[in-house]
Each structure stands twice: as C-alpha cells, then as structure tokens.
C-alpha cells in the first residue's frame, strides 16, 4: 500500500508564496507520475501539475507562478506557489500513479488533502 501525506498549506495574503509537500510511503515498485490536483468550492477537482518520467504538466491558470520538483531518492514531490491569488483558494490534493508490487497494475493514490486560503 502506498500512503500520500502531504504539508505545507494555510492561509496566505495575495501575491504571497507557499510551498506544498508530498512525501509517499510503503511499497512502492515504480512511481510512474506524481503531482497536484485541487479542488475549490463548488467547483470539479482539477490538475494543477504532474511530473513524469515524460515531463511536466501544468494547468495554464499557474504557469508561471507555481513549480512543480521531484526528489526521487525521498519519493517526496513539492509545489512552490508564488504570486498566489484568491482563486488559487482550494483544497489541494497529492496524487501518485504507482506500480506498488511487481507483477501488480499501476493504480493512482491520493492523499488526504491540505487547504490553500489566499486572501484578497
């Protein structure tokens, strides 16, 4: 089993920076993609960025603005958030696509979620 737990959210004022962490633990046999989802009130939960073996990908309303980075020797991955705006606002979620044993299908992982408030 793969567990996700993430770090680094709470409250910040507009234009202010944050920085999110994942790290993931137990058996994991090759960590495929891993990134960020968030959701907002209301609102679908969406791809913020995702980093693998293929490159990066990032929703154009962060571009620019938030980086995604991966340590593979800790199986941690960071978002660096800077000039955060109200509409970043929302709960963000770690994901992970693993292979957890060999011989076993990839599946995706979530962690539990740590909330973003930017405050106009």
């Known amino acids: 089993q793969v567990h996700l737990v993430e770090s680094g959210g709470g409250l910040v004022q507009a234009g202010g920076s944050l920085r999110l962490s994942c790290a993931a633990s137990g058996t994991i046999f090759s960590l495929i993609a891993s990134g960020w989802y968030r959701q907002a009130p209301g609102k679908q939960r969406e791809l913020v960025a995702l980093?693998?073996?293929?490159?990066?990908n990032v929703v154009d309303s962060v571009k620019g603005r938030f980086t995604i980075s991966r340590d593979n020797a800790r199986n941690t991955v960071y978002l660096e958030m800077n000039s955060l705006k109200p509409e970043d606002t929302a709960v963000y979620f770690c994901?992970?696509?693993?292979?957890?044993?060999?011989?076993?299908?990839?599946?995706?992982?979530w962690g539990q979620g740590t909330q973003v408030t930017v405050s106009s």
């Open positions: 980093i693998s073996n293929g490159g990066i």
């Open positions: 994901y992970a696509f693993a292979v957890p044993l060999i011989n076993e299908k990839a599946r995706a992982y």
